[in-house]
């Protein structure tokens, strides 16, 4: 009898380290907006990779890149110049900030948070000088800025914080779009303001024009730099190159950042980070100050210009926009009692579940899952993919060039989830 082989599952639970809470599902491949189970199962996939795959699974244009540079060259130390990188650079600059500066490549989110947090400090210690102790940062609660121990120290969650003590010391958390709390926080020893123009792990919170406003007045105030996580909410996600453009569109209210972290979207899969930063702060991080091996490698950014090519040549931004609007719309039509509101922007949107509604929910209470969880395994037992954010929002994060035929599918699937809810209350 032929020995049968292990499951996925039993490889990952003997070999893999069990630090992340993992769906019982294993992929073997996608194309565009679908994934396919080990088991041949088709899946529409509304996580995109949390926000990473910004055309979808295996795009055309990332494999050609692939294909092409990976036969030229795949690394080239930092030691030496690196043409892809500076040609990557110059989107960043032009297209994306549209203002001068100039761009660090590094492999991840967390990693280009890591960088604006050093970049605050050394702009402050040079300016300032060690001495007058100008080295803290103000976040936000519900924020998230990655998992390095810079980023815990970061992010205003508590839970990622446990068993890692001592954490890096010198960040404050403040409610976010709390004005008020914003400037009791900010003394002489702030060096600068950090938080994402659109929580995404908080719950889709978007930033308010009162809030940008004043951040930009303390940075004047207090000689600060005014910094963006646009690690999710960047890359064209919220139907714009910059997700704060977006949020601020036709509030009268114009703010522009310091520097600027991305990741996800950025290299459509390919693992890749970076942060720009403005002309007058740029020569803060000189040589010797930050570096990383793997950052910026021939391989990484000629897949991410290949990306950002696509964003740009294929209308893919007003794709975002039409999409976003279609799936409001469609969503409007519902009248589930499960569903508070749908909010975000562009294509990052969170469906808000109300908790006592869902209580009333058959099986519910007897799961041990939050609201969030629980519609999130529904919806994927339907064959559509969405991933939690925090307790109550489910996140949409599909490709931006998703197809109006899949976002129909998408509203069809998530509106008979809701309907069985409903009814098995």
Not at 99 to 123: Q, T, Y
Not at 222 to 237: K, P
Not at 333 to 360: H, I, T
Request: charged share 20%; proline share 5%.
């Amino acid at each position: 009898m032929k020995e049968s082989l292990p499951t996925t599952a039993e490889l990952m639970d003997e070999y893999v380290l069990g630090n992340y809470g993992r769906f019982p599902i294993a992929f073997s491949r996608g194309e565009g907006s679908y994934l396919w189970s080990e088991e041949g199962r088709r899946y529409l996939d509304f996580s995109s990779g949390v926000a990473v795959c910004a055309l979808g699974h295996s795009p055309a244009v990332m494999q050609a890149a692939l294909r092409e540079q990976s036969a030229k060259l795949i690394h080239c130390s930092n030691l030496y110049q690196v043409r892809e990188q500076a040609e990557l650079a110059r989107f960043l600059v032009e297209m994306v900030m549209a203002a001068p500066g100039k761009v660090f490549f590094c492999n991840s989110g967390a990693e280009a948070n890591d960088g604006l947090i050093k970049l605050a400090r050394k702009r402050a210690s040079d300016r300032f000088g060690a001495a007058a102790g100008k080295n803290e940062i103000i976040t936000c609660y519900q924020s998230f800025h990655g998992r390095t121990l810079g980023g815990i120290a970061a992010t205003g969650q508590p839970k990622v914080k446990l068993g890692f003590n001592p954490l890096l010391p010198g960040f404050f958390h403040v409610p976010f779009n709390d004005v008020a709390a914003l400037r009791e926080a900010v003394t002489e020893k702030t060096c600068a303001i950090l938080f994402e123009p659109v929580q995404g792990e908080g719950g889709i919170h978007a930033a308010t024009p009162e809030y940008f406003a004043a951040a930009a007045a303390l940075r004047e105030e207090f000689d600060l730099l005014l910094l963006f996580d646009e690690v999710q909410c960047g890359a064209g996600r919220s139907g714009d190159w910059c997700g704060w453009r977006t949020v601020l569109e036709g509030s009268g209210v114009e703010v522009e950042p310091d520097a600027v972290s991305w990741a996800k979207g950025l290299g459509g899969g390919f693992p890749i980070g970076a942060f720009w930063v403005g002309e007058a702060h740029a020569g803060a991080l000189g040589p010797g100050s930050h570096g990383s091996t793997f950052g910026g490698t021939p391989l990484a950014c000629a897949v991410a210009l290949a990306v950002l090519d696509g964003i740009a040549s294929g209308g893919v931004l007003e794709n975002v926009k039409r999409q976003s609007a279609r799936i409001r719309a469609g969503a409007a039509k519902w009248s589930f009692p499960v569903v508070e509101e749908l909010r975000g922007v562009g294509l990052m949107l969170g469906f808000v579940l109300d908790p006592a509604e869902m209580d009333k929910v058959a099986g519910f209470a007897e799961s041990g899952k939050t609201p969030s969880l629980f519609v999130v395994d529904a919806a994927r037992e339907a064959g559509l993919l969405t991933v939690p954010a925090g307790e109550k929002v489910v996140r949409w994060l599909p490709p931006l060039n998703v197809s109006d035929e899949e976002v129909d599918e998408a509203l069809a699937l998530f509106e008979g989830v809701l309907a069985t809810l409903s009814v098995n209350q």
